[in-house]
T-cell receptor, first 110, second 115 residues
Framework: DAKTTQPTSMDCAEGRAANLPCNHS???????VYWYRQIHSQGPQYIIH???NNETNEMASLIITEDRKSSTLILPHATLRDTAVYYC???????????FGQGTILTVHP | DGGITQSPKYLFRKEGQNVTLSCEQN?????MYWYRQDPGQGLRLIYY???????QKGDIAEGYSVSREKKESFPLTVTSAQKNPTAFYLC??????????????FGEGSRLTVL
């Protein structure tokens, strides 16, 4: 299964865009990239996912490089409530098996 | 409202006792999952089920058991064989298994402490 690499922590000013990078250089052609976030002591929340094309929904945008070896999650206008751990996950070769790494702790400052 | 319900939210048990964590979903999802989370760590997959009466071991299944007799229910038993059971347990479901599982819906979690 492809592994992901994310920075341990990042900071962002409230109202600014938060750009969270993820490296997945061993991703295979049929694996999806997923992003989830987890606020302390709660269950993770799905944000967005994609295969090749860039994706956008009401929460965020996902930019996947052309070679698919890395991606960036963009929160366009970060708020204090966006402070959380953000997980970048690549779907494995085993059906339904998503492996969560340690993620990036995003802290949004006033 | 549709969602996943885990119970109990907090649970204390003595060493050597088995304990069962409940997970119920009313989303009509085929696939269900159990994850374990230790402090400061990511989630690790314990068991998952693609369909009723079928389930597969995840990465850390030793000391755990599950059943999937009904589509909406996927209980997890933490047995006395689990050497370090104190953790935060999360249940999730999705429309179907596969490489594009789509969105996983998570419950609020059950925090188990072994005394």
């Amino acid at each position: 299964d492809a592994k992901t690499t994310q920075p341990t922590s990042m900071d962002c000013a409230e109202g600014r865009a938060a750009n969270l990078p993820c490296n997945h250089s061993t991703i295979s052609g049929n694996e999806y990239v997923y992003w989830y976030r987890q606020i302390h002591s709660q269950g993770p929340q799905y944000i967005i996912h994609g295969l090749k094309n860039n994706e956008t929904n009401e929460m965020a945008s996902l930019i996947i490089t052309e070679d698919r070896k890395s991606s960036t999650l963009i929160l366009p206008h970060a708020t204090l409530r966006d402070t959380a751990v953000y997980y970048c996950i690549v779907s494995g070769t085993s059906y339904g098996k998503l492996t969560f790494g340690q993620g990036t702790i995003l802290t949004v400052h006033p | 409202d549709g969602g996943i319900t885990q119970s109990p939210k907090y649970l204390f048990r003595k060493e050597g006792q088995n304990v069962t964590l409940s997970c119920e979903q009313n989303l009509n999802h085929d696939a269900m999952y159990w994850y374990r989370q230790d402090p400061g760590q990511g989630l690790r997959l314990i068991y998952y089920s693609q369909i009723v009466n079928d389930f597969q071991k995840g990465d850390i299944a030793e000391g755990y058991s599950v059943s999937r007799e009904k589509k909406e229910s996927f209980p997890l038993t933490v047995t006395s064989a689990q050497k370090n059971p104190t953790a935060f347990y999360l249940c999730a479901s999705s429309r179907a298994g596969g490489l594009d599982t789509g969105e996983l819906f998570f419950g609020e979690g059950s925090r188990l402490t072994v005394l």
